[in-house]
């Protein structure tokens, strides 16, 4: 079995969670030996994070694009893309001869490689959103459609699509496709109003609850909470603009720190899934020093910033050691609690408080664009009062997901054969 995964990012610690937890769903589904080559937007700097993984690079990116190839007009690069379609179609109806002079060998492998797949699956996570430039995407989804090869989307966040040339190409291409996982009701939504049957989108859990944790007891809480954090900066607001709305939330997350340390003797610890790539675009450790250096020098002295990079089972392991996480990153919450820690989660976008509430804990969400100092500081209160016996609560539920994550390889077997 020959599978491909497209539109990763691993360099986003949290991508690289799921894309992990895929890897041992279609394991289990599809065997040990299925041969899984997996195309990513940096794939020389994430084979050196993750050498386990056989990576190639993004098709649209390796043709050149105007981030990458600053020496490439847009003309060449629209002319690179043509022969490369072309170079496909050729390869498809046995021309192979002629493809050889049309693309270099890299190309030459990717086509080679998207022929041979089995199947492509289009990756997990929050990759189809407006928010991003969806065009690269596109691109090589279509090249599924092209050479007529099945194609899969594994559990994601998606939509809502407004722009007309997105909602055209991403209808005929959720059409085609074999199988639509999603992980959130809004997702299912945004599908159904571009027209696509209900009964096409099936619902599952995001595949990083795939990874798991071995049983531990709870962190003991007798000399104080040891508390982890995740920050990150977000430039999405709708109902303040960028500057006053990530000032707003550093300001409420300097409270709430001054609180935790103030009134229940806690240590800190910044730490996120972004955090220690130089060569990614974000690093949510630098916003960690913003915030930390703004406070009182007495209070700095019970916080540490772990800036470095961390595997998603290094991070699993490491949630396991604390009492509670307060996540801004989705995947720091799900990491968390797949090692049955307790998470306050801060939603900066619809899919954090849908698996809230699809966990019976959306009480203790809150939500980026309305949060205040009053609300973080009672949220908090109220969660660290239930600890003692909120962690089997958790256990039950992650454990739940858990098993259910797994499932979504049998429908994609299922739906692919």
Avoid at 19 to 34: A, E, P, V
Avoid at 390 to 412: C, F, V, W
């Amino acid at each position: 079995m020959r599978i491909v995964i497209t539109n990763v990012v691993a360099l986003n610690g949290g991508d690289a969670a799921i894309l992990y937890g895929m890897i041992n769903i279609l394991k289990r589904s599809f065997g040990d030996n299925t041969h899984i080559v997996v195309f990513d937007n940096d794939a020389a700097v994430a084979s050196r994070y993750y050498p386990d993984i056989e990576f190639r690079q993004h098709i649209y990116a390796q043709l050149g694009d105007k981030k990458t190839d600053l020496n490439s007009t847009k003309f060449k690069r629209r002319r690179t893309r043509i022969q490369f379609r072309l170079a496909a179609w050729c390869w498809q109806h046995k021309l192979r001869f002629v493809s050889r002079r049309l693309v270099n060998t890299e190309s030459l492998d990717n086509i080679r490689i998207y022929d041979e797949a089995d199947f492509i699956l289009s990756t997990g996570g929050t990759i189809l959103v407006e928010h991003y430039a969806l065009k690269p995407r596109i691109f090589d989804l279509n090249l599924c459609l092209q050479m007529n090869k099945p194609l899969a989307f594994f559990t994601q966040s998606l939509g809502p699509f407004k722009k007309p040339q997105n909602i055209k190409a991403l209808t005929k291409i959720f059409n085609y496709a074999s199988a639509l996982l999603v992980r959130d009701q809004s997702s299912k939504q945004h599908l159904i109003d571009l027209g696509i049957p209900e009964n096409s989108i099936e619902l599952f859990p995001d595949g990083a609850f795939a990874l798991h944790a071995p049983p531990h007891s709870s962190p003991s809480s007798s000399e104080g909470l040891n508390i982890a954090l995740s920050v990150r900066d977000w430039p999405f607001f709708t109902q303040h603009d960028s500057t006053s709305g990530m000032a707003r939330y550093i300001d409420t997350i300097q409270h709430a720190v001054t609180h935790l340390i103030e009134h229940h003797q806690a240590t800190l610890t910044f730490i996120s899934t972004c955090q220690g790539i130089e060569e990614y675009w974000k690093d949510d450790a630098q916003l960690a020093h913003k915030i930390v250096d703004g406070l009182p020098d007495n209070l700095q002295k019970s916080i540490t910033i772990d800036q470095q990079h961390h595997t998603p089972i290094q991070l699993l392991n490491r949630f396991s050691d604390f009492n509670l996480v307060i996540a801004t990153r989705m995947h720091v919450a799900i990491l968390a609690l797949c090692a049955h820690t307790p998470v306050l989660p801060i939603a900066y976008e619809f899919k954090t408080k849908e698996l809230f509430e699809q966990l019976e804990l959306q009480q203790w969400v809150q939500d980026i664009e309305t949060m205040s100092e009053q609300s973080l500081l009672s949220t908090i209160d109220a969660l660290v009062h239930q600890l003692p016996d909120i962690h089997t609560q958790y256990r039950s539920k992650i454990d739940a997901l858990h098993d259910e994550a797994y499932t979504a390889g049998e429908y994609l077997k299922k739906a692919l054969s």
